[in-house]
T-cell receptor, first 111, second 113 residues
Framework: QKEVEQDPGPLSVPEGAIVSLNCTYSNSAFQYFMWYRQYSRKGPELLMYTYSSGNKEDGRFTAQVDKSSKYISLFIRDSQPSDSATYLCAILNTNAGKSTFGDGTTLTVKP | DGGITQSPKYLFRKEGQNVTLSCEQNLNHDAMYWYRQDPGQGLRLIYYSQIVNDFQKGDIAEGYSVSREKKESFPLTVTSAQKNPTAFYLC????????????FGEGSRLTVL
């Protein structure tokens, strides 16, 4: 079993829709939770990170962490065609000093 | 501009040949990483280095080698021992081992003919 499991997708939504991207993890040592966005043939870029249970908002994006369930989510409100990309969750194990990534979910937002 | 530069962007090699991918950063970050990305499999850690002259194996180190002689540079050699080397290789750096925030290069796509 993988340490980080990400809902595989792909996801296709109309412009303006609310998008929910989800990951689960198994290692309680994981302490920091990140979402990266990767456009085609490019390197990933950090979108959001959080370390505590609860919600963190940044514009149209909300990162949600539930440590008791080992579940993290990224919500995108009022989705735009420019949001079309692959979204990767990543979780840092501070003891090991390295991050483990989910397999990514490819999102397409249609105009 | 500060960032991470990977070269070459595209590389073709014949079976049995070693190839070295370059990664240079001017962000003054201590930690550097190499990941491999295959379709549908996310990012898998090959090697990482938290300080000059020191590095650790990641989850899929077999068939790869690295060096960290300078803070700015972390080259990756894909050796002939790597059985399935065709992939997209990503280099990253970090200045915050507590949060793990990674800054990525644009990637190098290696194809074995």
């Amino acid at each position: 079993q993988k340490e980080v499991e990400q809902d595989p997708g792909p996801l296709s939504v109309p412009e303006g829709a609310i998008v929910s991207l989800n990951c689960t993890y198994s290692n309680s040592a994981f302490q920091y939770f990140m979402w990266y966005r990767q456009y085609s043939r490019k390197g990933p870029e950090l979108l959001m990170y959080t370390y505590s249970s609860g919600n963190k908002e940044d514009g149209r994006f909300t990162a949600q962490v539930d440590k008791s369930s080992k579940y993290i989510s990224l919500f995108i409100r009022d989705s735009q065609p420019s949001d079309s990309a692959t979204y990767l969750c990543a979780i840092l194990n501070t003891n090991a000093g390295k991050s483990t990534f989910g397999d990514g979910t490819t999102l397409t937002v249609k105009p | 501009d500060g960032g991470i530069t990977q070269s070459p962007k595209y590389l073709f090699r014949k079976e049995g040949q070693n190839v070295t991918l370059s990664c240079e950063q001017n962000l003054n970050h201590d930690a550097m990483y190499w990941y491999r990305q295959d379709p549908g499999q996310g990012l898998r850690l090959i090697y990482y280095s938290q300080i000059v002259n020191d590095f650790q194996k990641g989850d899929i180190a077999e068939g790869y080698s690295v060096s960290r002689e300078k803070k700015e540079s972390f080259p990756l050699t894909v050796t002939s021992a790597q059985k399935n080397p065709t992939a997209f290789y990503l280099c990253a750096s970090s200045n915050n081992l507590h949060t793990g925030e990674l800054f990525f290069g644009e990637g190098s796509r290696l194809t074995v003919l």
